[in-house]
T-cell receptor, first 117, second 113 residues
Framework: GAVVSQHPSRVICKSGTSVKIECRSL??????MFWYRQFPKQSLMLMAT?????????EQGVEKDKFLINHASLTLSTLTVTSAHPEDSSFYIC?????????????FGPGTRLTVL | GDSVTQMEGPVTLSEEAFLTINCTYT??????LFWYVQYPGEGLQLLLK?????DKGSNKGFEATYRKETTSFHLEKGSVQVSDSAVYFC????????????FGAGTRLAVHP
């Protein structure tokens, strides 16, 4: 149990285009989902927290108009990188809470590697 | 601010060696503490956790004890295997509920036969 999937696993796009990344909780309902960014050989940095049916809460320094987050259901959250640029190239990881591991446990997706040319 | 500090890697060990990865934290409240593991090409997986002082989390032969007096949560395993090669992240979250995780920088472990 407690499986979180992400799609796509990797994407390459041209500068200026938008890319949507999906995060799904496959066997539990996730009341809260988190989006992280991980640079090579570095730790995860939280970008935003989203609760089903409400607006996402962004961390300081994260542009909400550039990284659009939608959490329309208890099993799906999407991150759209709008007008992507090469500096947006990174590994994006989502996590979901609400599984059997306890109220403070998050379960992570496998990540999406974005490369912007 | 709240933070997590891990020992720098990479840590290179021979199979069956004893493993310790140090982790210390700074937090204003009473955090829950976690160790996550990231195998090559995969997402983070929860390895173990502890929610209050003196709790010991354990899983797959790994264990860590929540030491409030030293603000530490060191990860240990008595006998590592090649399959334990991965990146290990120490993390904390404050209070209850789905508060944000604050991660350490990660420690890469390489185990050789």
């Amino acid at each position: 149990g407690a499986v979180v999937s992400q799609h796509p696993s990797r994407v390459i796009c041209k500068s200026g285009t938008s890319v949507k990344i999906e995060c799904r909780s496959l066997d539990f309902q996730a009341t809260t989902m988190f989006w992280y960014r991980q640079f090579p050989k570095q730790s995860l940095m939280l970008m935003a927290t989203s609760n089903e049916g409400s607006k996402a809460t962004y961390e300081q320094g994260v542009e909400k108009d550039k990284f659009l987050i939608n959490h329309a259901s208890l099993t799906l959250s999407t991150l759209t990188v709008t007008s992507a640029h090469p500096e947006d190239s990174s590994f994006y990881i989502c996590s979901a809470g609400g599984a059997t591991g306890g109220i403070d446990t998050q379960y992570f997706g496998p990540g999406t590697r974005l490369t912007v040319l | 601010g709240d933070s997590v500090t891990q020992m720098e890697g990479p840590v290179t060990l021979s199979e069956e060696a004893f493993l310790t990865i140090n982790c210390t934290y700074t937090a204003t409240g009473y955090p829950s503490l976690f160790w996550y593991v990231q195998y090559p090409g995969e997402g983070l997986q929860l390895l173990l956790k502890a929610t209050k002082a003196d709790d010991k989390g354990s899983n797959k032969g790994f264990e860590a004890t929540y030491r409030k007096e030293t603000t530490s949560f060191h990860l240990e395993k008595g006998s590592v295997q090649v399959s334990d090669s991965a990146v290990y992240f120490c993390a904390l979250t404050l209070s209850g509920g789905y508060n944000k995780l604050i991660f350490g920088a990660g420690t890469r472990l390489a185990v050789h036969p």
